[in-house]
Nanobody, 124 residues
Framework: QVTLVESGGGLVQAGGSLRLSCAASGRTFSSYAMGWFRQAPGKEREFVAAISFTGGSTEYTDSVKGRFTISRDNAKNTVYLQMNSLKPEDTAVYYC?????????????????WGQGTQVTVSS
């Protein structure tokens, strides 16, 4: 069992930055791939970024490439999402997820554990 707790969300102006953190419980964090997803009001939850269990492989959705960076610190059981050049369309609840097997995936059905989410609001 893995428990995930996100933090770092908030209100920011367009062009600003935020760093989301996701702290995981358990001693097997380093064996999980981790992902970030987001869900805007009235829309489905969508993939944002993912990182493999070693951190050696990452994947991003096209709309955030060059602006967002996913990273992890296995010693701290934490995964991060650095978000720069934020846009109003980035406004959503951001969720952290963990996937057994260690390899990145973009399909939310591939993830086994989810956090409760953190709100990110970007004003224009």
């Amino acid at each position: 069992q893995v428990t995930l707790v996100e933090s770092g969300g908030g209100l920011v102006q367009a062009g600003g930055s935020l760093r989301l953190s996701c702290a995981a419980s358990g001693r097997t964090f380093s064996s999980y791939a981790m992902g970030w997803f987001r869900q805007a009001p009235g829309k489905e939850r969508e993939f944002v970024a993912a990182i493999s269990f070693t951190g050696g492989s990452t994947e991003y959705t096209d709309s955030v490439k060059g602006r967002f960076t996913i990273s992890r610190d296995n010693a701290k059981n934490t995964v991060y999402l650095q978000m720069n050049s934020l846009k109003p369309e980035d406004t959503a609840v951001y969720y952290c997820a963990a996937r057994r097997g260690g390899l990145v995936a973009v399909d939310r059905r591939s993830y086994d554990y989810w956090g409760q989410g953190t709100q990110v609001t970007v004003s224009s």
